[in-house]
């Protein structure tokens, strides 16, 4: 498959400074991230809050600036003054995590989904008409003919949710980034909004970042997967080989924090239980030695990517079993 996105030693920092601090600290949301993403596959990135996975999404729709790095949409590199900068924004689609503040409260539904189009200069009125209502039945939104006549406020939290990715689909994207589409939804509607989505995504070959801090729908719904942590890619491949064979301390650290069902589990021991940090300097050497049980003298140098199998990376000097 080829590549529709390609990030390059992305880097974005931002300064931070409380009311009463007297110096500022400096925030590396995103460091030195390489990756790419081919057409038609769902690429998750994953990680605990912070991590950098939002910034990212970002900084490929151009809403914010990199500070170093090259980012390329089907191998044309993307910057702030380039026109390649509106084929991106047109190829490449946003849903958010909050469906109610993504969309405008006092627009109809019809006139969310067809503001793109309008944006665009794409079609008549006529025809941004009917591709509303086309875009309604493919996520099953019914009946269309009314649903359009509605404001936010009168659907659930799902159909807006099915209002945001009808407004995305709307412009026939290539690729789409999904912030957390699910994590504000009931259990069971994010079943049936994840099997939309995946529906969707193989009817029309399009591309998926899936961003998400749940492992659990990472693994139904993505095929490869970048662990972040602290603006660092820690590990990176086939998402069974990465969830079933981790080899980064952090990544099965993840895994051990899913919820178990069963009250039994609750007494198991976990394979890793991250320590508390400690006052060192975490920008130098390996980010995660100050919470990692299996630090050793050599985490002070900072681990780069290696490879354990295939497509299988992992930055970590202690190899795990």
Known sequence: ????????????????????????????????????????????????????KSTIAKLILGSIKQDSGKIF????????????????RMGCQMIHQDPYDSINPRMK???????????????????????????????KLEPAQEIVKKYPHMLSGGQRQRVVLARALSLKPKAILADEPVSMLDVSIRAEMLELMQELQRKYNISFIYITHDLATARYFGQRIGILYMGKIVEIGPIDQVLLSPKHPYTQALIDAISEPDPENLKKEKEIRIKDPSNIDILKGCRFRNRCPYVIDKCTVEPNLEKIDDEHYSACHVKIN
């Open 1 to 52: 498959m080829n590549e529709i996105i390609r990030i390059e030693h992305l880097k974005k920092y931002f300064t931070k400074k409380g009311m009463f601090e007297k110096e500022s600290n400096i925030v590396r949301a995103t460091d030195d991230i390489s990756f790419s993403v081919k057409k038609g596959e769902v690429f998750v990135l994953a990680g605990e809050s912070g991590s950098g």
């Open 109 to 139: 539904i019809g006139d969310i989904i067809s503001e793109p189009l309008e944006i665009h200069n794409i079609g008549n009125k006529n025809e941004r008409k009917k591709r509303v209502i086309e875009v309604l039945h493919e996520v």
């Open 73 to 88: 949409f089907e191998n044309q590199e993307i910057s702030e003054n380039s026109v390649n900068l509106e084929k991106i």
